[in-house]
C-alpha cells in the first residue's frame, strides 16, 4: 500500500513558477511509476507528466512540455512536478498518483488527496 500526499500549490500570476511535491509512505515510489495529473473545474482529469521507476524515462502532455519538469528525490522518496511559464489554464487540483508497474497515462493504483494551483491572469 502506498499512501501519496502533495504539497506545494498555490495562487501564483501567470508566468510564475511553483513546485508540487508527492511524498510518498508505506512504500518507496523507486518501484513504481509516478505520475501527475490534473482537473479543472467542470472538465475531466488529464495527464500532466509521469517519471518511471528508474527516473530514465519521463513523459509530458503535449500543453506542458517545455514548461513542467518531472523529478524523483530518492533520498527524500518524493516526486517533484517543477512548473514554470505558468498559464491561467493550467488553473486546476494536481494530483499525483503511482502504479505498480511501467509507464501509463491513465491506469493508477493510488492517489493523492490533491493540490489546488491557481494561476492568475
Known amino acids: 500500500q502506498v499512501q501519496l500526499v502533495e504539497s506545494g500549490g498555490g495562487l501564483v500570476q501567470a508566468g510564475g513558477s511553483l513546485r508540487l511535491s508527492c511524498t510518498a509512505s508505506g512504500r518507496t515510489l523507486s518501484t513504481t511509476t509516478t505520475g501527475w495529473f490534473r482537473q479543472a473545474p467542470g472538465k475531466e482529469r488529464e495527464f500532466v507528466s509521469a517519471?518511471?521507476?528508474?527516473?530514465?524515462?519521463?513523459y509530458y502532455a503535449d500543453s506542458v512540455k517545455g514548461r513542467f519538469t518531472i523529478s524523483r528525490n530518492y533520498a527524500k522518496n518524493t516526486v517533484n512536478l517543477q512548473m514554470t511559464s505558468l498559464k491561467p489554464e493550467d488553473t486546476a487540483v494536481y494530483y499525483c498518483?503511482?502504479?505498480?508497474?511501467?509507464?501509463?497515462?491513465?491506469?493508477?493504483?493510488?492517489w493523492g488527496q490533491g493540490a489546488q494551483v491557481t494561476v492568475s491572469s
Open positions: 498518483a503511482a502504479r505498480n508497474g511501467d509507464y501509463s497515462n491513465r491506469d493508477y493504483d493510488y
Open positions: 517519471i518511471v521507476w528508474s527516473g530514465s524515462r519521463t
